[in-house]
């Protein structure tokens, strides 16, 4: 079982930058794929961006790649999103989640545990 706590949301301006963390529970958690999925206003949830249990490898939406970064401490239980240029579009509830399976998935169903959301707001 796996507990999952996100926090760091909030409002910016675009062309800011936001770092949002995830801090987990569960003596696993090394073993963990882990990934940020976010929820905007009238969407369905999307794929973010992935880490492999021991970070050996990142995976990225599109809409991410070059902005945000995606790392874990195994140490802490941590799992971070460093967001940068954000953009009006950027605007959703973001969620980070646990995956058991080996690989890097991105699609939501792949993924066993998930935490509250914490809200990213970005104004134009």
């Known amino acids: 079982q796996v507990q999952l706590v996100e926090s760091g949301g909030g409002l910016v301006q675009a062309g800011g930058s936001l770092r949002l963390s995830c801090a987990a529970s569960?003596?696993?958690?090394?073993?963990?794929?882990m990934g940020w999925f976010r929820q905007g206003p009238g969407k369905e949830r999307e794929f973010v961006a992935a880490?492999?249990?021991?970070?050996?490898?990142?995976d990225y939406a599109d809409s991410a790649k070059g902005r945000f970064t995606i790392s874990r401490d195994n140490a802490k239980r941590m799992v971070f999103l460093q967001m940068n240029s954000l953009k009006p579009e950027d605007t959703a509830a973001y969620y980070c989640?646990?995956?058991?399976?080996?690989?890097?998935?991105?699609?939501?169903?792949?993924?066993?545990?998930w935490g509250q959301g914490t809200q990213v707001t970005v104004s134009s």
């Open positions: 880490i492999r249990s021991w970070g050996a490898g990142t």
């Open positions: 569960g003596r696993t958690f090394s073993g963990y794929t």
């Open positions: 989640a646990a995956s058991s399976r080996g690989n890097v998935p991105t699609r939501s169903f792949d993924y066993d545990y």
